[in-house]
């Protein structure tokens, strides 16, 4: 977990920062990028790809993560800016808004797997980064857990759909309810078509 960021120290980086997202694939909900830069020399056992982690773990390294980290951002893009520009481009946004709002400047950036990102600093997009670098991990974590509790805020707005379970991917259930009730404000109609007419 920590590879890649001691090779980037041993060649006189500083301050690095590990970037992530959570959401690129549902069908409802925003986009959701997070940076941060944590200290090395403080680390929090149990970091790891949010995907492998319970829910429950998740939300107490998210805690532990706000505390330590030397500096976080978190940006949410929706799901009308995502349809207009699509996915990717909506992630490159989301990620380039989370480095730029980052209230201590990095050296550099270690990014789960995204290219063609616009930064004032440096960076290496990393395949599977998020179980490779600790400070990705730490990232992936922030977002994850954030766009969850949003989305389960947007349950309780919208709760024919169910998002509480399902975080607006397109599970079986989900699928059904859309055919069922339509589209509710944060669908994304791109991600929907198939199933809605």
Do not use: W
Request: glycine share 8%; proline share 4%; with cysteine.
């Amino acid at each position: 977990m920590f590879d890649f960021e001691n090779k980037y120290k041993s060649l006189g980086y500083k301050l690095i920062a590990g970037m992530d997202e959570a959401g690129r694939g549902p069908l409802a909900g925003p986009v959701c990028c997070a940076a941060c830069i944590m200290p090395l020399d403080d680390i929090i056992e149990g970091v790891n790809d949010s995907k492998k982690l319970t829910e429950k773990k998740r939300e107490e390294l998210f805690d532990k993560i706000i505390e330590k980290a030397i500096a976080f951002k978190i940006t949410f893009v929706d799901e009308k800016i995502i349809d207009e520009i699509n996915i990717l481009e909506a992630t490159k946004k989301g990620m380039q808004d989370a480095i730029g709002g980052l209230y201590v400047k990095p050296d550099f950036v270690l990014v789960d797997a995204v290219k063609g990102l616009k930064l004032d600093v440096p960076y290496l997009p990393i395949i599977k980064g998020d179980a490779l670098s600790y400070n990705i991990a730490c990232a992936s974590i922030l977002a994850k857990v954030s766009r969850d509790r949003l989305m389960l805020e947007f349950d309780e707005m919208y709760p024919e759909y169910n998002f509480k379970k399902h975080k607006g991917y397109g599970t079986k259930e989900h699928i059904e309810n859309l055919k069922k009730f339509g589209k509710c404000p944060i669908h994304r109609n791109t991600f929907i078509k198939h199933f809605v007419g």
